[in-house]
């Protein structure tokens, strides 16, 4: 998989599709980058490196050592010494001083892919990737800086970190340290990224890439509900079936920044890390930082294929636990049901009605601890209110457990309301600038996560309540963006490492949580989807998507989502009506289908909605439990966008052998005089032939409703009626003949 070609000192590195070049380059060993792209048969492409034109090299043409340091494609590009695009490293030293520049030193292959410390990362065995070490450095700093570049066998990855040594004898402070860098000839590519607001997470944008630069970040402390650690540079007539695609994704889930930029030669730099603003870390001789892991992927086969990557990379290398690939506790969470308004009472009439309709867990959301009632008070109070929980709460949970459903909890850990105990006790737990008043947000501070006692204590509280009942399920929730960084624990010159030290401390925590107890589903949240990216993914098998649970505004967000993580890790439920977010009313079915894509569950008071509701608890159920090993392990096809057509949504999955697939068809808006609508199928086995049923409707033979062979669905589609009324969907089954004589599936 990585070949070093000694005699042209280059670094091959090979996905089953793609390939990755580094050369070495001139006396002074700058790290070059060749080629990224289509499987090469041989590794001669480096005259890509263009250092047979002027300026040429720099032991040929000192004189203008400037133009070729601001032309020359870097792997891992420095500045101050005349590279003009923007660096992935910046330094100051004790003098106050910038520049920095790289040279190889030496290197190692090995078998695997080494853990990053402190980090989540992807994972492979011996067998499945190979890992390069660069080592390089900077002899006038003193820094060693090793990148690190993993290719995997069985999937079209390759990932990149960086890890940087101070060998000098005086401290220098990292300003900057990216993770990942591509220099590549521009070749008319758009630019795709994801953006959204609370509730609006992650739609997708896609336009044109100009000169300058073009980012994408965030500095909120998160990954945020407004921006993505994503980007893709693609060609502009790539669709979902054709054309490349060159994709980056930040394991991290703290501030990114991921840019492309444009250069007066046409060359593009596309580059991802943790962003600049208030990031300084000091390394003192001896010390290392290491930088978090950016996702690599190529294809030339469209978003579909690059889809299917990312997926199959997070399925197999990314998720962990007892839940990574299978089925999920169908859960009722009381939120939009009752909001703080709860006790026992009300919360074990919710229990007893969804324990009969089969769903299969309680999740007792923000409000039983402390004297919480609104929510403006006690965050950091991490214990039972006997007063709501009456009877206490290991007698909640047995009683839920009597009725043969599992029990779940709502945390908040990392924050602190200034009306709680805890704050009364520890005012200077909380993150602040000394003698600033701190920016409230939903009436809470964040807590200073980078003290090692003020994550003990919560630790405590939390698994202290974890251990005091049979509960199953966590959802750890983070409803504020960090503002006014400031520690009381950290010295002067360490303030600007705050913002890491806060997201590796949750990393630890949660870290600690998935170990001490094994077999609890952990389901991450912030204020809806603020923080759903693959950092998270490492330590939890599913996030909650966003706070919208409306079927039409969560197409838009789930096929944003989808776009990168696989359906299982997609938090999804159906949710009261009207809407209480954006007032809509939709039909019942419509809302199970959308939230069929993800995990399922519900959020809504089953025992006030209506009885025709109520009643198609049961068969929604039914469909969870018949299609979710499909919707979970299948593979993902997007066959068209509400957000573009501004009609209809429609998405398929496909089992992995192909003898199953579903088609969930959503018409949005429904138009006078209309034919039905055609549509192209996906994945399947073009040779078998498919009986193809939908959800719902008795088939007018009693052995399905048609029979067409994969070739005929692909090339020559479906029709999908017009359906009377708005936000209507379908579920289309299709299931390969022979597979249901054998009786494998129905
Ligand atoms: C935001 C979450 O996304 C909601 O589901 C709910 O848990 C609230 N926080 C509770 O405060």
Excluded at 292 to 319: C, I, N, W
Excluded at 410 to 434: G, K, N, Q, T, V
Excluded at 591 to 616: P, Q, S, W
Aim: charged letters at 25%.
């Amino acid at each position: 998989m990585i070949t070093y070609y000694e005699n042209e000192r280059l670094f091959k590195l090979d996905t089953p599709n793609t390939s990755y070049l580094i050369g070495i380059v001139d006396e002074e060993n700058f790290v070059g980058h060749i080629y990224y792209g289509k499987r090469l048969l041989d590794a001669e492409a480096s005259y890509l490196l263009r250092t047979q034109e002027l300026p040429y090299v720099p032991s040929k043409n000192n004189r203008e050592r400037g133009a070729f340091y601001d032309t020359f494609p870097f792997e891992y590009p420095t500045g101050g010494v005349g590279d003009y695009r923007e660096s992935c490293l910046s330094i100051r030293t004790e003098s106050g001083h910038a520049g920095s520049m790289l040279s190889y030193v030496s290197h190692e292959i090995m078998a695997g892919k080494p853990g990053l410390a402190g980090l989540p990362a992807t994972f492979g065995s011996d067998k499945e990737c190979e890992t390069l070490k660069l080592v390089c450095e900077d002899v006038y700093v003193g820094m060693q800086v090793e990148l690190l570049y993993t290719a995997f066998s069985d999937v079209d990855v390759i990932t990149r970190s960086v890890r940087v040594v101070n060998k000098g004898k005086e401290p220098f402070y990292l300003t900057k340290v990216y993770s990942a860098c591509l220099d590549m000839d521009n070749r008319d590519y758009d630019m795709i990224t994801l953006h959204g607001s609370w509730a609006r997470e992650r739609h997708i944008q896609r336009k044109p890439l100009g000169y300058g630069i073009q980012r994408t970040s965030s500095f909120r402390g998160e990954s945020s509900h407004q921006e993505h650690p994503f980007l893709a540079l693609v060609d502009r007539h790539t669709t979902q079936e054709q054309g490349e695609v060159y994709a980056m994704n930040f394991v991290y889930s703290g501030n990114f920044c991921a840019q492309a930029e444009v250069s007066q030669f046409d060359f593009v730099r596309m580059s991802m890390g943790i962003h600049q603003e208030n990031f300084c870390w000091k390394l003192s001789p001896g010390e290392d930082f290491q930088a978090p892991e950016v996702v690599m992927v190529y294809t030339d086969q469209g978003l579909d294929a690059m889809t299917g990557t990312f997926h199959s990379l997070y399925r197999k290398h990314l998720l962990q636990g007892k839940y990574k690939d299978k089925k999920r506790p169908i859960l009722i969470n009381n939120w939009e049901a009752t909001y703080f308004d709860f006790d026992t009472k009300k919360l074990l009439a919710i229990a007893r009605e969804a324990s009969a309709l089969g769903i299969e867990m309680l999740v007792m959301d923000d409000g039983w601890f402390g004297n919480r009632s609104f929510d403006g008070c006690a965050l950091g109070d991490w214990f039972v209110n006997e007063e709501k929980i009456d009877g206490g709460l290991a007698h909640l949970v047995e009683e839920v457990n009597k009725l043969g459903m599992k029990f779940g909890i709502w945390f908040e850990p990392e924050m602190i309301s200034p009306d709680s105990a805890l704050y009364r006790e520890h005012p200077d737990w909380a993150i602040a600038i000394p003698g600033r008043p701190g920016t409230q947000s939903r009436q809470q501070y964040v807590l200073d996560l980078s003290r090692k006692e003020v994550v003990d204590c919560i630790y405590g509280m939390m698994s202290a309540v974890l251990r005091s009942a049979n509960i199953e399920y966590v959802k750890w929730d983070m409803n504020r963006q960090l503002t006014d960084i400031g520690s009381a624990a950290l010295p002067p010159d360490r303030q600007g490492e705050l913002y890491h030290r806060y997201v590796i401390a949750v990393y630890e925590m949660q870290n600690r949580l998935i170990h001490d107890f094994p077999d609890l589903l952990l389901e991450n949240c912030s204020g809806g989807g603020a923080r759903f990216d693959p950092g998270m993914l490492y330590y939890s098998p599913q996030i909650w998507c966003s706070d919208d649970a409306d079927a039409v505004e969560r197409l838009a967000i789930q096929e944003g989502t989808a776009l990168l993580y696989p359906l299982s890790t997609m938090g999804a439920h159906v949710s009261d009506c009207p809407n209480h977010i954006v007032g809509r009313v939709t039909p019942f079915h419509t809302r199970a289908a959308v939230a069929l894509a993800g995990t399922f569950g519900y959020e809504l008071d089953v025992t006030k909605i209506a009885r025709e509701e109520r009643e198609e608890i049961p068969r929604q159920v039914a469909l969870y439990h018949k299609y979710n090993d499909l919707v979970r392990e299948g593979a993902y096809y997007r066959i068209a966008s509400y957000s573009q057509n501004h009609h209809y949504d429609c998405w398929q999955v496909v089992s992995e052998d192909k003898r199953e697939s579903l088609v969930t068809f959503v018409q949005v808006m429904t138009r006078a005089n209309h034919k039905s609508r055609r549509i192209l199928l996906k994945g399947l086995d073009e040779k078998r032939r498919y009986r193809i049923y939908v959800e719902g409707q008795k088939p007018e033979r009693e052995d399905g409703e048609l029979v067409y062979s994969g070739d005929t669905l692909m090339k020559a589609g479906i029709l999908v009626p017009d359906m009377l009324g708005d936000f209507q969907a379908k579920l289309i089954h299709l299931v390969a003949e022979e597979s249901e004589k054998k009786g494998q599936v129905e």
